[in-house]
C-alpha cells in the first residue's frame, strides 16, 4: 500500500516572497511596528496544448514551448518586528495594532518602558533590542498535516530574526473555518500538534500562551537542517512513492 504523502504537488518546489509595505508615512507607529507579509507559493510548470493547461509533468523536453511557469498561492505568515528603541512606546503600539499583539506586549514587555521586563530580560543574551512575532501561519488545508508550516516559519525567522533579542508566538488554530473542529478534543488535539511543530524549533512555553526563542538558541540552527531534511524526504517520497 502507498505510504505517499497526500500533498496536491512536490513540497521542493515550495517557495516563499517575504515583503514590507512601506508607506513613507512619517508616524511613530510606523517606526515601531513593521509588518512583514509572506507568501507562500507553489511554483510549477505548466504545459497549454491548446486545450486547457495541465501540469507538465509529461513534457517530453525541459524546454518545452508550450510550457510555462506559474506560483500558485497555498498560504501566507504574518511576523512584526517590534522596535523597542525607537517610535513610540512598543507595549502601546502593539495594543493598538491587534488583540493579539497586545497579549504578547503583556507578557514581554514593561508598559512604562517598552522594554522587557526584567524577568524577560534574563533569559535572553544581548544580541539586538527588537522583538519579532510570528503573528499568522496559514496554509491551504491540501498543505497541512505534513509539518510544512514549521518549516517554512523556520526559514521565515532566520531572514528576519537579524537584530532581534527575542522571538514570540501564540500556537493554535487560527482558521476558524475548519468544521471538524467543532468537538472539543478535536480542537485540543489540532492545537497541541501545532504546538509541538514550534517546540521543535526551540520556542518554550513563558507565560499565558506566548512562547519564546532565543535568536542565539543552538536549538532553532539544529532544527533547521533537520526540518530541511524532512523537506527532501517529503520530496522524494511524493516523486517516487513508497509500496
Not at 508550516?149 to 476558524?176: F, K
Not at 499565558?208 to 517520497?237: H, I, K, M
Request: hydrophobic fraction near 35%; proline fraction near 5%.
Amino acid at each position: 500500500m502507498s505510504t505517499r504523502p497526500q500533498l496536491p504537488g512536490d513540497p521542493s518546489n515550495l517557495h516563499l516572497r517575504i515583503s514590507y509595505d512601506d508607506e513613507l508615512g512619517d508616524t511613530p507607529q510606523a517606526d515601531t511596528l513593521e509588518r512583514w507579509r509572506v507568501a507562500i507559493l507553489h511554483r510549477q510548470r505548466v504545459h497549454d496544448a491548446g486545450e486547457g493547461a495541465v501540469t507538465a509533468g509529461s513534457c517530453s523536453t525541459a524546454d518545452c514551448p508550450a510550457c510555462t511557469v506559474e506560483d500558485s498561492p497555498v498560504g501566507s505568515m504574518t511576523f512584526f518586528r517590534v522596535h523597542l528603541d525607537r517610535g513610540r512606546n512598543a507595549y502601546w503600539a502593539m495594543e493598538k495594532e491587534s488583540e493579539e499583539l497586545y497579549e504578547t506586549a503583556q507578557a514581554l514587555l514593561d508598559p512604562e518602558t517598552s522594554w522587557f521586563i526584567d524577568e524577560v530580560s534574563e533569559m535572553l543574551e544581548y544580541v539586538g533590542s527588537a522583538l519579532l512575532v510570528m503573528d499568522r501561519v496559514t496554509l491551504a488545508p491540501a498543505w497541512r498535516g505534513q509539518g510544512l508550516a514549521a518549516v517554512l516559519g523556520c526559514e521565515v525567522i532566520h531572514r528576519l530574526m537579524a537584530g532581534c533579542r527575542a522571538v514570540a508566538c501564540s500556537p493554535g488554530v487560527t482558521d476558524l473555518s475548519i468544521q471538524k473542529l467543532t468537538d472539543r478534543s478535536e480542537w485540543d488535539r489540532v492545537n497541541a500538534k501545532i504546538t509541538r511543530g514550534w517546540e521543535s524549533l526551540g520556542f518554550r512555553l513563558y507565560r499565558d500562551n506566548v512562547y519564546l526563542l532565543s535568536p542565539t538558541s543552538p536549538d532553532l540552527e539544529q532544527a533547521r537542517g533537520v526540518l530541511r531534511g524532512r523537506l527532501v524526504e517529503l520530496s522524494a517520497s511524493w516523486r517516487t512513492g513508497t509500496s
